[in-house]
């Protein structure tokens, strides 16, 4: 059941994620056509930077959860791969993934409240609500909580990190 939730999960973070950067890639593409390829009476959309802008936000707060589902973040392991026992590297991700959700539960909140407290505001140039671009904060950062649970119940990435530390010391 975990499995089926995960999976439905991820495809609809992917689909989100193509949608929302294809629809920005064409509105920057037409944007620019129409800034440089037509006639002085066509012009570019007031609203079209605005909008790219805030769907970058998406993409990359969907895109953090991804990268943790794919253990791809840039990271400093130098003291980490130093550690000899398994056992404490274990323990030592352990203790790391505690502190990465307590902050994305600390970023969730907040981003909460500040998605809640701008419902009214409006965008400039066209009338939608500033929340729905600012829901991306909340929204990611519990996509990143759902990583970091799964991993940490359903997930190998643990024993996998472990393995490849010993691999290394014994090469």
């Known amino acids: 059941m975990a499995s089926l939730v995960y999976r439905w999960v991820n495809k609809l973070r992917t689909t ?9 890639v064409l509105l920057c593409l037409l944007q620019v ?3 440089y390829f ?3 009476s066509m012009r570019p959309f007031a609203w079209g930077d605005e909008i790219v802008r805030l769907c970058s936000i998406w993409v990359i707060f969907l895109g953090v959860s991804v990268g943790i589902r794919e253990n791809s973040h840039f990271a400093v392991d130098l003291f980490l791969n130093k550690i000899p026992s398994a056992k404490i590297r274990r323990l ?29 505001s409006l965008l400039q ?3 939608i609500s500033m929340a729905w671009f600012y829901a991306a904060i909340p929204v990611g950062s519990l996509l990143c909580l759902f990583e970091y649970g799964y991993r940490m119940v359903w997930g190998k990435a643990y024993k996998q990190r472990a393995l490849n530390t ?5 090469n």
Not at 166 to 170: L, T
């Open 33 to 35: 056509f129409l800034r």
């Open 92 to 120: 030592a991700d352990h203790l790391l993934d505690g502190l990465a959700i307590a902050v994305f539960v600390i970023i969730a909140y907040q981003g909460f409240l500040y998605t809640s407290t701008n419902v009214t």
């Open 38 to 40: 037509t006639f002085i």
């Open 16 to 24: 989100l994620m193509i949608s929302i950067t294809a629809f920005t």
């Open 166 to 170: 010993n691999n290394k010391e014994q």
């Open 125 to 127: 140039n066209i009338h």
